[in-house]
């Protein structure tokens, strides 16, 4: 009963590293989101997928970039690593325009804390 | 675009008395609004959701929601509320037809104390 998974769960970088945040979804749902948390904050949209092969940006989404190569699988890069993105990230995913029992409802994973230092 | 307003940060209570989480919305079009719930270290799930229909609706957990649509108003409230209801809350709206991209509020922390 997996769900939505993200891996790694606990990071800490460098400015100006670089790393990769691995989403998997098991439910085959059609949309993948990544989110992320502040504090005060609440959640920000940074990209999405409607589909294998497809993204699209969301509210803050300079400093990242994302792939959909796998329907079930939806990566986060960041590029070169800033203390402004140290976050909880979170991923999550819905059916989308296929319907699902509540339209709109997300799934989410546990979340990755990231830390740049 | 749509945004959303949780009207407090944080709200302490004691055990067993009711509660009010307040959510105002604005948008141009027609809209779906939910609310998430987020334990600690853990992700969101879904409380409650307005879709279309009675304005009034149910959750988890015993918790309920009213849709006004002339004070685009999406109040949560649980008339005793339990210590394991200590968490945050999340408002969220989706304009219909946006592909689902949901816009949240910043949170309300909700404190049970005994």
């Known amino acids: 009963n997996a769900g939505v998974t993200q891996t790694p769960k606990f990071r800490v970088l460098k400015t100006g590293q670089s790393m990769t945040l691995l989403c998997a979804q098991d439910?085959?749902?059609?949309?993948m989101y990544w989110y992320r948390q502040d504090p005060g904050m609440g959640l920000r949209l940074i990209h999405y997928?409607?589909?294998?092969?497809?993204?699209a940006k969301g509210e803050v989404p300079d400093g990242y970039n994302v792939s959909r190569l796998k329907k079930q699988n939806f990566l986060l890069g960041l590029e070169s690593a800033a203390p402004s993105q140290t976050s909880v990230y979170f991923c999550?995913?819905?059916?989308?325009?296929?319907?699902?029992?509540?339209?709109?409802?997300?799934?989410f994973g546990e979340g990755s804390r990231l830390t740049v230092l | 675009a749509q945004s959303v307003t949780q009207l407090d940060s944080q709200v302490p209570v004691f055990e067993e008395a009711p509660v009010e989480l307040r959510c105002n919305y604005s948008s141009s079009v027609s809209v779906y609004l939910f609310w998430y719930v987020q334990y600690p270290n853990q992700g969101l799930q879904l409380l409650l959701k307005y879709l279309s229909g009675s304005t009034l609706v149910k959750g988890i957990n015993g918790f309920e929601a009213e849709f006004n649509k002339s004070q685009t108003s999406f109040h949560l409230r649980k008339p005793s509320v339990h210590i394991s209801d200590t968490a945050e809350y999340f408002c969220?709206?989706?304009?219909?037809?946006?592909?689902?991209?949901?816009?949240f509020g910043k949170g309300t922390l909700l404190t049970v104390n005994p």
């Open positions: 997928s409607v589909g294998e092969g497809t993204t």
């Open positions: 439910m085959n749902h059609e949309y």
């Open positions: 999550a995913s819905s059916p989308g325009l296929a319907g699902g029992p509540v339209p709109g409802e997300l799934f």
């Open positions: 969220a709206v989706s304009d219909v037809g946006s592909n689902y991209k949901l816009t």
